[in-house]
Nanobody, 113 residues
Framework: QVQVVESGGDLVQAGGSLRLSCAAS??????????WYWYRQAPGKQRELVASDSGDYAGSVKGRFTIYRDNAKNTVYLQMNSLLVEDTGVYYCNVAGWGQNFWGQGTQVTVSS
């Protein structure tokens, strides 16, 4: 059984920082060769891609968010700086590739003004 688990979501003031973590475990083939993504979904909005570890970032987060992975720990991180109220939402981790596609349950990020 495969598990993808996000953590690190919290309530933070605008201008603050958070680091999200996503850990994968279980029977995942060629995990090192798969791509990790962070998505987010704000209330009443569609889920959107925030970042991938292949270097793609949503325009709204470029220069503020950084995605990086630790293959030894099967974990990917999303460092979020200079947070804005509009960064509020549920952040989901997705691991995809080699015919596989796994999602986590999401972690809530709330940025207050």
């Amino acid at each position: 059984q495969v598990q993808v688990v996000e953590s690190g979501g919290d309530l933070v003031q605008a201008g603050g920082s958070l680091r999200l973590s996503c850990a994968a475990s279980g029977s995942i083939i060629n995990l090192d060769a798969m791509t990790w993504y962070w998505y987010r979904q704000a209330p009443g909005k569609q889920r959107e891609l925030v970042a991938s570890d292949s270097g793609d970032y949503a325009g709204s987060v470029k220069g503020r968010f950084t995605i990086y992975r630790d293959n030894a720990k099967n974990t990917v991180y999303l460092q979020m700086n200079s947070l804005l109220v509009e960064d509020t939402g549920v952040y989901y981790c997705n691991v995809a590739g080699w015919g596989q596609n796994f999602w986590g349950q999401g972690t809530q990020v709330t940025v207050s003004s």
